[in-house]
């Protein structure tokens, strides 16, 4: 590049300088007479009788006058003859004085033609100035065209190839020139391309792995806790019988422990699942009334209270993953709030709402756009043991059913309100 552009410049400068150089020298030819042939005319016109050499003869470079010595005109080769001594001084001509035998028989006055011959080189440099602009014009007009194919386009194409590949667009290959300067660049482009797809597809694989292993545990926890469970129940049963308070609140302690470890592993399992795309969720045209039951399941310690009934109509649900949603929604309450739970319901056109209303003292207002995030919990529940997962897979599950969530403070406490689609 560096040396095209020095081999350009030259170029410029000696198309610019050239006409210049050829009008100074066409000058000083034309204001250059041949002596020897000036010498040869004066030989000739001595020699003659009549002091008569005719320009043709010669031929001679140059138009002249010839008088005798009286100052007469003899001969001129040119129409604008200088016909005195006089006139020939003021025009500067080159005036001979001509003899015969050791006498002065006349002058030869040679023309100066050099103003004329001026406008004939100042018009020809014109001519030759303008072809040099010319030609400059489209020297750096090729340069700026091979620039452009060579370099800028090239580099655009580079630059749009990078953005792709920064936007995850890892299909599309560069195509490789390697006439352009970036041609060695590209193939060294297109192969970290590939090697980014191939770690990408590695980095997807891996992260498989590991949500199937989450995915496995959870499941494989899930079968010793509801071992734990079951046995609690059972010593809880045998130490109401023996009236055993104390041996009685710590089983209850178990069987409660128990029940968070199974919620916490229900939610893990869900997101992995959801993550996987394997968890499923069959939305079917459902009667309303089986979401108070789905409700009263999810209530074990019996906080929440109806001051309405809710509507007999015609939903969508999968009663599973509606199931899943209540619980993850009335153990938040059980666990950061533990008042009592109002349940409230209306129905617009669209939808059947649920609202299920605490009095826990709600989430500070600039953390409320984000507690349905993955991993996301408020401020104000720190020292209380939980992953962030229960809102994110009630908002998840509540999609995949074609419905709604809706998170806000009322009253002092924390609201949920869910949107069930109406068949």
Not at 180 to 194: H, K, L, P, V
Not at 234 to 248: C, G, H, I
Not at 396 to 421: A, H, R, S, Y
Request: charged share 25%; glycine share 6%.
């Amino acid at each position: 590049m560096k040396k095209s552009l020095i081999y350009i410049v030259i170029i410029t400068v000696i198309l610019m300088l050239l006409p210049p150089v050829i009008r100074d020298f066409n000058k000083h030819k034309a204001s250059t007479l041949d002596v020897v042939e000036v010498n040869q005319l004066v030989s000739e016109i001595e020699k003659s009788d009549s002091l008569i050499v005719s320009k043709s003869s010669g031929p001679y470079s140059f138009n002249y006058t010839i008088l005798d010595k009286d100052g007469k005109i003899i001969y001129s080769s040119t129409v604008d003859e200088a016909n005195s001594i006089v006139t020939a001084t003021k025009n500067r001509d080159t005036i001979r004085d001509l003899y015969k035998d050791g006498e002065q028989v006349g002058w030869l006055i040679i023309h100066n033609e050099i103003s004329e011959l001026e406008a004939k080189i100042n018009q020809y440099y014109a001519k030759m100035y303008v072809l040099s602009l010319i030609a400059v014009l489209v020297l750096w007009l090729g340069y700026a065209a091979f620039i452009y194919f060579r370099v800028i386009r090239p580099f655009d194409k580079m630059r749009d190839f990078a953005s792709a590949v920064a936007a995850g667009d890892l299909d599309k290959p560069l195509e490789m020139d390697r006439k352009n300067i970036f041609g060695a660049f590209t193939e060294s482009f297109d192969i970290m391309r590939d090697e980014l797809a191939i770690a990408r597809k590695r980095e997807y694989e891996a992260n498989v792995s590991k949500r199937e292993l989450v995915a496995q545990l959870s499941h494989d926890i899930k079968t010793p806790v509801a071992s734990i469970k079951a046995m609690s129940e059972v010593l809880e049963a045998k130490s109401m019988q023996a009236q055993d308070d104390f041996t009685n609140s710590k089983v209850k302690s178990i069987g409660a422990k128990a029940d968070q470890i199974d919620a916490l592993v229900n939610n893990l399992f869900a997101s992995t699942l959801k993550e996987l795309e394997q968890l499923e969720v069959n939305a079917i045209e459902t009667e309303s009334t089986v979401i108070k039951t789905l409700i009263e399941n999810a209530d074990y310690a019996s906080k929440v209270e109806y001051t309405e009934e809710i509507p007999g109509c015609l939903v969508l649900l999968d009663k599973l993953r509606a199931g899943q949603v209540f619980t993850n929604i009335i153990y938040n309450s059980y666990k950061y709030a533990n008042t009592k739970i109002k349940l409230t319901t209306h129905m617009d056109e669209e939808f059947l709402y649920i609202s299920l209303a605490d009095k826990g003292g709600g989430v500070p207002e600039d953390e409320l756009p984000f507690v349905m995030e993955k991993f996301r919990r408020g401020s104000n529940a720190k020292g209380i043991e939980g992953s962030g997962l229960g809102l994110n897979i009630s908002r998840n599950l509540m999609q995949d059913m074609k419905g709604m969530i809706i998170c806000e403070n009322e009253d002092g406490g924390f609201k949920v309100t869910l949107g069930f689609k109406l068949s």
